[in-house]
DNA sequence: CGCCGTATTGACAATCCTCAAGTAAGGTGG
DNA sequence: CCACCTTACTTGAGGATTGTCAATACGGCG
């Protein structure tokens, strides 16, 4: 039973994103409970759609490894995307509201996910109310996120948007390592910075191509580098504060 | 003891809010916890600032009469609205995160909210999962309304945007009957509009009167009167499910 | 090799913003 | 009661930003 590991499961007790100092760790008891709550582990390519908004979806996922987005759709095709889940991220957690998910998660990148039943939330709540506060803390934080975002699209220019997007991005790949070469660049296409901006594709490009030529990124073969994170904030006019110890689920 | 009631503080028993349909209501012995967890009532004046971006406030607060309005504003003075918050309405949960305010509340009108002590939630975590359950139920619930407003502003043009954000008003008003007379009239400007819409003054002003000549809406001294909440929601492509029996604090 | 997805660029059009001026209603002080 | 504020709403004109269309380039892949 000692090193007998014939499913490609994560135990809790060895899961990669304890170890990362911008995560908090469980105590034993709380270790113990999640081990219990995960009931399995999902793999898939990028490009797989994880929840389907309009679903009703019995599950919660916690990003083990990989980037997914989250989005909403109009009826004629228009999409904005609404944020992005990177590991510890939790996703469908908006679902326990009326059941039915109201966005559309979709990998960007292959991933591993952190299987958890719905219906088994309710114990997690009785018995483990850290954990239970735990979520409503990241319920909060995604909150603050969309409400950054929010202003950003509201009020930002093209030019303000594409930097604040740039670097919070950054930041966000960086606190969970999760460039993956070192080097930081993200897997992105001009199409999907264009969705998240709510700017079209072709002005996306123009406008990258001025941050450009301020050196403060690089457009490479596919995805973007970010050369400059603190002069990209400066121009959006965004404050940068570093997460640590933050939880997950 | 029976009848002396010197001080202006509502008694949970007797919370108005109860006995609304839209919500639902407690079990015995969560009400005398909240009894306990209210350390307070406030009353404010339209205009009032509640919560200032930047501050460490101490305090919680659920919206028993009037309404509100979350914003940020960015340096120069660009302001985005966030949200509106009526009676039932949980304020400032956002701040639980890092402790300091990333947004700003204002009074729309006079307002009376209950107190609560931020420092005690813990204890509300401990004794009762089931309000704690609430709580994140209502900061997911808040994320799906974010969702849908980037949705809004990032995608929909200027009049489908006036339109969404119209009838949304409209059914978050009527469902907490805070029409003040009984007709649907808010008492709101175009200026406050503008800022939810991420549009200027003028072009709101023009967007609007597109819909009044619609026969959708008609703008009154002071507010908007809507004459056709469905027509709104068709105009923008938004799907309209009533809420029924959801949480508060 | 040709096809497909992605990025790039220019020309032109639509949307939305800014400026400016004017109207209307309410409040205040003489 | 009226002159004089202030605030909010309107409207037109012109300009800036952003979108659409179209054509091209480039690399990956069957």
């Not at 490609?8 to 007790?13: D, V």
């Not at 559309?104 to 018995?127: D, I, W």
């Not at 303000?160 to 660049?185: C, Q």
Request: charged share 25%; with cysteine.
């Amino acid at each position: 039973m000692a090193s007998k590991k014939p499913q490609a499961r994560t135990n809790c007790s060895v899961c990669p994103l304890r170890k990362n100092e911008a995560f908090r760790d469980f105590n034993r008891g709380e270790l113990q409970f999640i081990e219990g709550f995960k009931t399995g582990e999902l793999t898939v390519d990028k490009g797989a759609v994880i929840l389907v908004e309009g679903s009703h979806s019995p599950h919660l996922f916690t990003v083990l490894s990989g980037v997914a987005f989250r989005y909403k759709i109009l009826e004629d095709g228009r999409r904005q995307i609404l944020n992005f889940a990177l590991p510890g991220d939790l996703i469908g957690l908006q679902g326990t509201v009326i059941g039915e998910m109201e966005h559309s998660v979709e990998a960007l990148t292959p991933m591993s996910l952190c299987l958890f039943e719905r219906s088994r939330l309710e114990s997690l709540f009785r018995e483990h109310p850290g954990l239970a506060f735990d979520l409503t803390w990241i319920a909060a934080r995604e909150e603050r996120i969309l409400d950054e975002h929010l202003l950003s699209i509201g009020r930002r220019s093209a030019l303000e948007r594409a930097a604040y997007l740039l670097a919070f991005l950054y930041r966000k790949f960086d606190a969970t390592d999760a460039f993956a070469n070192g080097k930081p660049i993200f897997p992105i296409t001009q199409q999907l910075l264009s969705d998240t901006l709510g700017l079209s594709i072709v002005h996306t490009n123009k406008t990258l191509r001025k941050l450009a030529d301020r050196s403060l990124i690089r457009w490479k073969e596919k995805g973007c580098e970010i050369i400059d994170p603190d002069g990209l904030a400066a121009i959006a006019n965004w404050d940068w504060e570093t997460e640590i110890d933050r939880p997950f689920i």
